[in-house]
């Protein structure tokens, strides 16, 4: 029933991206090429990092090191065929491995990611108003069920990449950028993401030991506006999403709450060598719904907000001459405390992560784009008290303080025929 | 005189013409991004982030290992994690028996 629904679903998405690639590519042919590029590119990225855990009612100290790579590459050809129709077309997949070694354990994973296919039509011919239209697919090319490697997944918060796979997702988007005059312009969208079925690996004593996981359905608007002087420039992003019921083996298991997103970012050219830029988002989401005190539907709104808002803003200072940029960069997240009660299981405690470092690029030709950069990342996850289920304290169940260390380093090219 | 008269008149439909083509062709060249409501060019580079900005924002979920983005645009276009989807749809244990999530 759901490879019947990914296949009809790929039969009707594949068609469009495919034709809009193959048509921009026609099209570049007539025009002489001149108003179209092929872009590959690639990156290598390597992450890895030392967490230290202390257990402050037990004094138990345990120590995790784990080491991410991830390869992604992408080609994209984008053009204009005439004054009024620009296109663009992106293939991207990628190669990952990850390793965690703790308390004596140690679990592996190497594969490939998942691929993405998406495309974008742009229409230029109204003054103040351009429509767009664009999809974007998720091919389950990386692997969702890990079996024995299941725990070789990396916290959310600090690794590249914590999930290798997920199912066949499909997402149209519509939207409109409204240039205002040669400063000011707002952009528009509304965005549905269709999340196919995907296997996951069951629950840690493996019973069962293969699970069915369907996850919701994404609602998004989104709205912009953004500002562009001659050394000045600024952006505000906000997102609303609303989701549908996440199911597992069929039955209803939670949904998430909605959400919001906001984003501000600036940029400043202090002279013709010096520039600084800097980005800030903020995440909250509303409290889920969710299965009873017994792992059952119906679900209903959880008592408190298990969820956490999370604070991002990163930055850096650049000097540029010669084709030759360098600079430090750094970066701030906190993610607060969830709602629930310490005492409780469902309580997360808050975490701060700090990364500084350094980031080059060097551009030989027009054509042809090299950059590198490494940072430092500190991190602290605050510790809880035990667990008191129905006010009854459990000795040794308080969560441990978590201390991290590690290095991130990338390098990357990309080349425009 | 008369040759003179319709020599310049040629002319005069020759210039009208040419500066009629010639007028969207100059238009085209001088606003590959399109107009503003203004009536002037739109910033290209502009256009091109607000339009990337607000598909990578109406899309959050996705893909969480291949963004439809260039590699080198992750940094600039990302949207923060759903930790809590992580952890639930995903599973997130540490080997030697430290578990988060459901």
Same mark, same amino acid.
């Given at each position: 029933?759901?490879?019947?629904?990914?296949?009809?679903?790929?039969?009707?998405?594949?068609?469009?991206?495919?034709?809009?690639?193959?048509?921009?590519?026609?099209?570049?042919?007539?025009?002489?090429d001149?108003?179209?590029?092929?872009?590959?590119?690639?990156?290598?990225?390597?992450?890895?990092?030392?967490?230290?855990?202390?257990?402050?009612?037990?004094?138990?100290?345990?120590?995790?090191?784990?080491?991410?790579?991830?390869?992604?590459?992408?080609?994209?050809?984008?053009?204009?065929?005439?004054?009024?129709?620009?296109?663009?077309?992106?293939?991207?997949?990628?190669?990952?491995?990850?390793?965690?070694?703790?308390?004596?354990?140690?679990?592996?994973?190497?594969?490939?990611?998942?691929?993405?296919?998406?495309?974008?039509?742009?229409?230029?011919?109204?003054?103040?108003?351009?429509?767009?239209?664009?999809?974007?697919?998720?091919?389950?090319?990386?692997?969702?069920?890990?079996?024995?490697?299941?725990?070789?997944?990396?916290?959310?918060?600090?690794?590249?990449?914590?999930?290798?796979?997920?199912?066949?997702?499909?997402?149209?988007?519509?939207?409109v950028?409204?240039?205002?005059?040669?400063?000011?312009?707002g952009?528009f969208?509304?965005?549905?993401?269709?999340?196919?079925?995907?296997?996951?690996?069951?629950?840690?004593?493996?019973?069962?030991?293969?699970?069915?996981?369907?996850?919701?359905?994404v609602?998004?608007?989104?709205?912009?506006?953004?500002?562009?002087?001659?050394?000045?420039?600024?952006?505000?992003s906000?997102?609303?999403?609303?989701?549908?019921?996440?199911?597992?083996?069929?039955?209803?298991y939670?949904?998430?709450?909605?959400?919001?997103?906001?984003?501000?970012?600036a940029?400043?050219?202090?002279?013709?060598?010096?520039?600084?830029?800097?980005?800030?988002?903020?995440?909250?989401f509303?409290?889920?719904?969710?299965?009873?005190?017994?792992?059952?539907?119906?679900?209903?709104?959880?008592?408190?907000?298990?969820?956490?808002?999370?604070?991002?803003?990163?930055?850096?200072?650049?000097?540029?001459?010669?084709?030759?940029?360098?600079?430090?960069?750094?970066?701030?997240?906190?993610?607060?405390?969830?709602?629930?009660?310490?005492?409780?299981?469902?309580?997360?405690s808050?975490?701060?992560?700090?990364?500084?470092?350094?980031?080059?690029?060097?551009?030989?030709?027009?054509?042809?784009?090299?950059?590198?950069?490494?940072?430092?990342l500190?991190?602290?996850?605050?510790?809880?008290?035990?667990?008191?289920?129905?006010?009854?304290?459990?000795?040794?169940?308080?969560?441990?303080?978590?201390?991290?260390?590690?290095?991130?380093?990338?390098?990357?090219?990309?080349?425009?025929? | 005189?008369? +040759? /003179?008269?319709? &020599?310049?008149?040629? $002319?005069?439909? #020759? =210039?009208?013409?040419?500066?009629? !083509? +010639? /007028?969207?062709? &100059?238009?085209?060249? $001088?606003?590959? #991004? =399109?107009?503003?409501?203004?009536? !002037?060019?739109?910033?290209? &580079?502009?256009m091109?982030?607000?339009?990337?900005?607000t598909?990578?924002?109406?899309?959050?979920?996705?893909?969480?290992?291949?963004?439809?983005?260039?590699?080198?645009?992750?940094?600039?276009?990302?949207?923060?994690?759903?930790?809590?989807?992580?952890?639930?749809?995903?599973?997130?244990?540490?080997?030697?028996?430290?578990?988060?999530?459901?």
């Amino acid at each position: 029933m759901q490879k019947t629904r990914h296949r009809n679903i790929v039969r009707l998405a594949l068609p469009v991206i495919l034709g809009l690639g193959a048509s921009s590519a026609a099209l570049a042919q007539q025009v002489g090429d001149k108003s179209w590029t092929i872009t590959p590119s690639t990156e290598f990225r390597l992450f890895t990092w030392e967490s230290t855990r202390r257990f402050p009612t037990t004094g138990v100290v345990t120590r995790e090191r784990g080491t991410q790579t991830n390869i992604p590459f992408a080609i994209q050809l984008k053009g204009q065929p005439s004054t009024d129709f620009k296109f663009d077309v992106t293939a991207r997949t990628g190669f990952t491995t990850s390793s965690i070694s703790n308390a004596g354990a140690s679990s592996s994973y190497a594969g490939t990611t998942d691929t993405s296919l998406s495309g974008t039509a742009n229409y230029l011919g109204f003054a103040g108003f351009q429509p767009f239209l664009s999809l974007a697919l998720n091919l389950p090319t990386g692997r969702s069920n890990l079996k024995s490697s299941a725990n070789s997944k990396g916290d959310s918060d600090l690794v590249m990449l914590p999930v290798f796979g997920e199912g066949f997702n499909i997402g149209p988007t519509i939207g409109v950028n409204v240039p205002i005059n040669e400063n000011w312009a707002g952009s528009f969208g509304v965005g549905y993401t269709n999340r196919g079925t995907f296997d996951r690996e069951g629950p840690a004593l493996g019973i069962p030991p293969t699970q069915k996981l369907n996850p919701g359905d994404v609602l998004t608007g989104t709205a912009s506006l953004s500002y562009r002087g001659q050394q000045l420039s600024l952006k505000a992003s906000i997102a609303y999403s609303t989701e549908s019921t996440t199911r597992l083996d069929n039955v209803d298991y939670y949904k998430s709450g909605d959400r919001v997103v906001l984003q501000l970012a600036a940029g400043y050219g202090f002279t013709e060598n010096w520039s600084a830029k800097a980005q800030a988002s903020f995440s909250h989401f509303a409290a889920n719904k969710i299965q009873n005190a017994f792992g059952l539907p119906p679900i209903s709104t959880e008592a408190f907000n298990s969820n956490s808002n999370l604070f991002k803003i990163n930055g850096g200072v650049t000097y540029a001459a010669n084709g030759y940029s360098i600079g430090p960069v750094v970066g701030f997240l906190y993610r607060d405390r969830n709602g629930y009660d310490p005492t409780t299981f469902q309580f997360v405690s808050a975490k701060k992560s700090w990364t500084a470092g350094l980031a080059a690029s060097y551009q030989p030709t027009s054509m042809i784009q090299l950059s590198a950069r490494v940072e430092h990342l500190w991190a602290f996850e605050d510790s809880g008290p035990d667990k008191a289920p129905f006010g009854i304290p459990i000795p040794g169940s308080a969560p441990p303080s978590v201390r991290t260390n590690g290095w991130q380093a990338s390098a990357s090219g990309l080349i425009k025929f | 005189m008369p +040759a /003179l008269k319709h &020599a310049l008149g040629i $002319a005069a439909i #020759a =210039g009208t013409l040419a500066f009629a !083509t +010639a /007028l969207p062709a &100059a238009a085209q060249a $001088a606003c590959p #991004a =399109g107009r503003t409501l203004a009536g !002037t060019c739109a910033n290209a &580079a502009q256009m091109d982030d607000l339009r990337l900005t607000t598909i990578i924002f109406a899309q959050p979920k996705i893909s969480f290992s291949a963004p439809p983005l260039l590699p080198q645009q992750d940094g600039d276009y990302s949207v923060p994690r759903d930790r809590g989807e992580v952890w639930a749809n995903h599973h997130y244990h540490r080997p030697g028996g430290f578990a988060f999530g459901p």
